[in-house]
């Protein structure tokens, strides 16, 4: 079982060079892949994200995806996205140089760039972090649940009423219907 050793470089307006040289096992999926890559950047697990099969020019192909998209829809089963647990990196490897496009946090839309470095041989049991260069930005760290405007615990109540509007009860429906009567459609 071979080892891949993959480059993961934020793309980002600023002048700042940001990657990691990873190496993982060619029998990683891309599940695993990903929370490699999260972990290694140290960003929050709780977001949405995507991989994109890539060519050299940097398009993007095959999308796969953290969850299943199809969401039982019209999807015709090869535009759906695969979902990224059921597919292996080796299985997308198509020449020594493959590259891939992760997107992580579909609002803010954090771009990875990975290119395939190098394949090694021999047993590769757990990830590595070969190279880390440099530092993530402040913003990206504060995506997710732990940025600091947001406290789970505070805004979050399981216990509360669903009906309770919070203050939208003194809404005046009379007025706000005169209002958009008066324009013409």
Do not use: C
Not at 71 to 85: I, L, V, W, Y
Not at 86 to 98: A, F, G, S, T, W
Not at 138 to 164: M, Q
Request: net charge negative.
């Amino acid at each position: 079982m071979a080892g891949l050793k993959f480059r993961v470089l934020l793309d980002s307006i600023e002048n700042t060079e940001v990657y990691r040289d990873i190496l993982v096992s060619e029998e990683f999926n891309f599940e695993q892949f990903y929370h490699t890559i999260i972990d290694t950047f140290g960003l929050s697990k709780d977001q949405m994200a995507s991989f994109f099969v890539s060519d050299e020019e940097w398009d993007r192909g095959e999308e796969l995806s953290l969850l299943d998209m199809s969401f039982e829809s019209s999807f015709d089963e090869s535009e759906a996205p695969k979902e990224m647990r059921k597919i292996l990196i080796k299985d997308r490897i198509n020449n020594l140089d493959q590259r891939f496009i992760l997107i992580h946090d579909f609002l803010s839309m954090w771009i990875f760039l990975i290119e395939l470095t190098e394949i090694v041989p021999g047993d590769v049991e757990k990830p590595e972090i070969l190279l880390s260069i440099g530092e993530i930005p402040e913003e990206l760290k504060k995506t997710g649940p732990n940025r600091d405007d947001f406290n789970f615990e505070s805004e979050f109540n399981p216990d509360a009423d669903p009906f309770d509007l919070n203050g939208f009860d003194d809404f005046d429906d009379d007025e706000f219907y005169d209002d958009y009567n008066d324009h013409d459609l």
